[in-house]
């Protein structure tokens, strides 16, 4: 464990959260299967050349950092990932994440989620975080830890629901969270169910800055952002260049009434790009055309400025706060 007090934990080792530059809070490079591709083929993202390619386009764009959120066994590929971050080093900085999704995909009587003890997974988690991932994602029922460390953890909750398995993995989280100080990020299944994971982990003891929401720009209710701001944590949009959902402008006139009510310090912004045909490199393989992770900065930043958002919010949004969410915290850890 490093002596410095406010790190964050980089695929590559330890650095200072002033180092991370302009982060994108939840993306994906590099999908390897697993239960998402139930839903959908386009969630196999195994091309190496391609994701590298995605990556340089971002940075050319202005970004730096990027958090890669897939975790064990839905979609999490350490030996592909470590290659991207050895072929970017000093160019990139990428951070993996450890932990779980929503629970239909996992089973519901015989997934080690479901079978294992809380107190054991947490020792699991932990071990991912603080000694090394294991190159096979858990899956089983050999582990080979890597010195690559995961730097956040990831829990999963289902739409308007959380199942039990989700309420688990929520403790198991807060568990880990307390021995390690590392970041908290949630997938809320359609920008469902936020305040009662906030509350829940908050109950447990996780400290409100450590505890960040992915997916609620799917809900876009602006009035229900401000009651989850209210609870003290950050907010990840993290869906730009989605019309099924709703316009860019809607979410974009969203976050400038979060910044116009005083939440400028609690939003983060990402492109959460996981599916072939969200990114422009994949997409290029098959002679589609098609925006990717850049557009959150050619085309969303250049929005928000132009509906009157500050410089300085900017900033916040993409390079200070990221600094705090992301970071571990040594002198919280029990």
């Known amino acids: 464990m490093t002596n410095q007090k406010k790190f964050v934990r980089t695929i590559l080792g330890d650095i200072d959260p002033k180092d991370m530059g302009v982060v994108d809070c939840h993306d994906h490079l590099i999908k390897n299967g697993g239960p998402e591709m139930e839903e959908h083929v386009d969630f196999l993202m195994i091309d ?64 080690w989620l479901k079978t294992v003890g809380e107190d054991k997974i947490v020792a699991m988690m932990v071990a991912e975080i603080e000694e090394g991932m294991d190159i096979h994602s858990y899956n089983g029922p050999v582990v080979e830890r890597v010195a690559a460390k995961a730097g956040i953890i990831k829990v999963g909750t289902g739409y308007a629901t959380i199942d039990p398995l989700e309420q688990k993995s929520l403790r198991i989280a807060a568990k880990t969270n307390l021995k390690t100080g590392v970041p908290i990020l949630i997938h809320t299944q359609l920008g469902t169910m936020a305040l009662e994971v906030c509350q829940e982990l908050l109950s447990l003891g996780v400290k409100p800055d450590k505890i960040i929401l992915s997916h609620l720009n799917k809900n876009p209710d602006k009035y229900y952002y401000e009651k989850v701001c209210q609870q003290g944590v950050f907010i990840a949009f993290d869906g730009p260049d989605r019309a099924k959902y709703y316009p860019d402008s809607l979410l974009a006139e969203n976050i400038k009434y979060l910044i116009d009510k005083g939440y400028q310090k609690q939003i983060l912004l990402a492109m959460d790009a996981g599916r072939f045909y969200y990114q422009t490199a994949y997409s290029a393989t098959k002679g589609h055309i098609s925006y990717g992770i850049a557009y959150m900065l050619t085309h969303f930043v250049p929005l928000l400025k132009e509906i009157g958002v500050s410089q300085s919010a900017i900033d916040d949004i993409l390079v200070n706060n990221p600094q705090v969410a992301l970071a571990f915290d040594n002198s919280k850890r029990n």
């Open 48 to 111: 190496t050349a391609a994701a590298q390619k995605e990556l340089q386009s971002y940075l050319d764009a202005g970004g730096k950092t990027m958090v890669t959120m897939d975790p064990p066994n839905v979609g999490r590929d350490v030996p592909r990932m470590l290659e991207i971050a050895k072929n970017f080093k000093g160019k990139a900085h990428l951070i993996m994440s450890t932990g779980f999704h929503k629970a239909k995909f996992y089973d519901k009587y015989c997934s």
